[in-house]
């Protein structure tokens, strides 16, 4: 059979970052609490010229460049911070990529999980026409109320995968367990722009969709879980993934260590959630920073509330490394501009843009693309200056 999996991967986020301990001293919280009981450190924040279509198009264009388009015949996107309710972020990415316009392109949604559907769909591609490889990128704005509980939770981020036979990265292997339950815990009504969440509701609901897809994994026959050398989780929060691989060690009856998902968590701790994207951000972490990683079988969770759940397992291979992918995604992170908490919460405000009043909105980033503003209802991309 073909192998199929992930060929190349970049991660991408916000021009601004906001360090929690100043967030913690603004609202008068320890910050033990994000730091420890939360997992996280800081949380990107966009300038006013970015956007899910912009960390997107800028996640995929290092992949374009070093792979070019020729065999790029599908594009998705996927993405719970659409910007349209009709049109597709994935159309402005296609343009703004160079793609070609023999290129199926479509966005995807079901909150933080809807790019392992994407992968999934991808797979199925590339294994029926091998000769193609599709482009799918998870990108995602995560915005909570200012002042709510899940503020601390907030970031963004985006990661995109080319997909294809013959994988240099990532073989994914063919079993997959799967569970899905209808559970208000986390949800974006469509007249919202921040998310609606019952916390502790969340992290239950997770933690049933973690075992729930476990056991249909292994009644599909997936490997037992001795076999699986390293984990990686969707990491709303770092410590989210704790807790997740704690019940899952109980559910198994295995003995797992804490340590084991450190690198997988290094850039999100970094981070803060980016829905979609947080789970493959785990997967750039540990390629990135875990030098033993050829040959290993890596076990991915994938938990979009609402919710769906999806495990699954992919083999690393030799010669996943690479220093310069590394040294691109620790300049992502290292060069974001660092903004108070004044500052953030202005751009938390202006980041919402009516369709009924045109605006220009200035250069503000050295990203390579750019949200340009708002014309006769129509959102505006361009090339960055
Ligand atoms: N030092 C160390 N730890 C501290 C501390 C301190 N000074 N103060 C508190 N803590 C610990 C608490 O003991 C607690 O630890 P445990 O969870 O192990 O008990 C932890 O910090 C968090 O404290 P609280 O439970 O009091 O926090 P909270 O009520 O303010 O909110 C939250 C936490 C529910 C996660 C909230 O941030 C939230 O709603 N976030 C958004 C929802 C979310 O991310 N859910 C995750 C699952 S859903 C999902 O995965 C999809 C998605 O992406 C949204």
Redesign the pocket.
């Known amino acids: 059979m073909t192998r199929v999996g992930i060929h190349d991967l970049s991660m991408a986020t916000g021009q601004h970052v906001l360090d929690l301990d100043e967030l913690a001293a603004f609202n008068g ?10 997992g996280l450190d800081q949380m990107s924040v966009l300038a006013p010229d970015e956007d899910v279509v912009t960390l997107a198009a800028s996640a995929a264009l290092p992949i374009v460049q070093a792979h070019g388009t020729e065999r790029i015949r599908t594009l998705l996107v996927a993405t719970e911070s659409g910007v349209d309710a009709s049109k597709a972020v994935a159309v402005w990415v296609h343009r703004l990529l160079g793609l070609n316009p023999g290129c199926r392109v479509v966005e995807l949604k079901q ?2 999980y809807s790019a392992t559907a994407g992968l999934q769909a991808a797979l199925g591609i590339v294994a029926r026409n091998p000769g193609e490889q599709v482009l799918l990128i998870a990108a995602d704005v ?1 915005r ?1 109320d200012l002042d ?6 907030q970031g963004a981020g985006a990661v995109a995968m080319l997909v294809g036979a013959d994988p240099d990265l990532v073989t994914i292997e063919p079993v997959t367990g799967v569970r899905t339950a209808d559970v208000d ?2 949800w974006r009504p469509t007249d919202r722009t921040t ?1 609606l ?4 509701l ?2 239950s ?2 933690v049933d969709a973690l075992t729930g897809a476990w056991d249909d994994f292994a009644a599909r026959g997936g490997v037992p879980v001795e076999q699986i050398d390293r984990w990686c989780y ?4 770092t ?2 993934s704790v ?1 997740a691989h704690r019940k899952l060690a109980q559910h198994v009856g295995a003995a797992f260590s804490d340590d084991d998902l450190t690198d997988a968590s290094r850039y999100n701790r970094r981070l803060g ?1 980016s ?1 979609t994207a ?1 789970l493959y951000a785990g997967l750039a972490s540990l390629l990135d920073h875990d030098d033993d990683l050829a040959g290993r079988r890596v076990a991915l969770f994938s ?3 609402g ?1 769906v759940g999806e495990l699954f397992t992919g083999v690393v291979e030799p010669g996943y490394r690479s220093a310069e992918r590394a040294q691109r995604h620790a300049k992502a992170l290292d060069e974001r501009k660092p903004v108070d908490v004044r500052r953030y919460r202005d751009l938390h405000t202006a980041a919402v843009h009516r369709s009924d009043v045109d605006v220009e909105v200035p250069v503000a980033s050295g990203t390579p693309f750019r949200f340009a503003g708002v014309r006769s209802g129509a959102r505006q991309y361009v090339p960055g200056a």
């Open positions: 919280t320890d910050p033990g609490k994000y730091h420890v009981g939360l909150a933080c995560a909570y709510s509980a899940a503020e601390p939770t815990d986390f998310a969440v019952d916390g502790r969340s992290v609901a997770y969707h990491q709303p929060f410590r989210m807790k959630n829905y947080s938990y979009g509330s919710s």
